[in-house]
């Protein structure tokens, strides 16, 4: 295998695409799924700031509610392409988050399991 086709399959190369013309329901559901699912993870942002507005404990949660914005994001990329390079960025993205999770939970909220 060449240097170029392994840098393309590890960075650039597009392995999905939305496109209305082909009405794939596979396409079409995909494409409203992650649509969908980047509402979530924006939502889900938007209750780490109204928490940390109530409870006001640490400057921590502003990033927190950062990665589930940024996670939202490339939902809404993925909702019309697939790329390599966005498989890499959601996969540390989703790192960061759980690793802020625990921090979140274990320092300002120990004795909470979920919220």
Not at 16 to 28: H, I, K, V
Not at 79 to 84: E, G, V
Not at 88 to 95: E, F
Request: a neutral charge; charged letters at 15%.
């Amino acid at each position: 295998m060449q240097f170029e086709s392994v840098v393309d399959i590890l960075w650039t190369h597009t392995w999905w695409s939305f496109a209305r013309d082909r009405d794939l329901p596979y396409s079409t559901a995909y494409h409203a799924f992650n649509l969908f699912e980047g509402c979530v993870w924006i939502m889900f942002s938007g209750l780490v700031l109204v928490r940390r507005a109530a409870l006001g404990k640490s400057d921590l949660e502003l990033w927190y509610a950062l990665a589930f914005f940024t996670f939202g994001l490339t939902d809404f990329r993925e909702a019309y392409y697939q790329q390599s390079w966005l498989i890499w960025l959601k996969a540390v993205n989703l790192g960061l988050l759980i690793w802020l999770r625990h921090l979140v939970m274990t320092k300002l909220y120990p004795g909470s399991k979920l919220y």
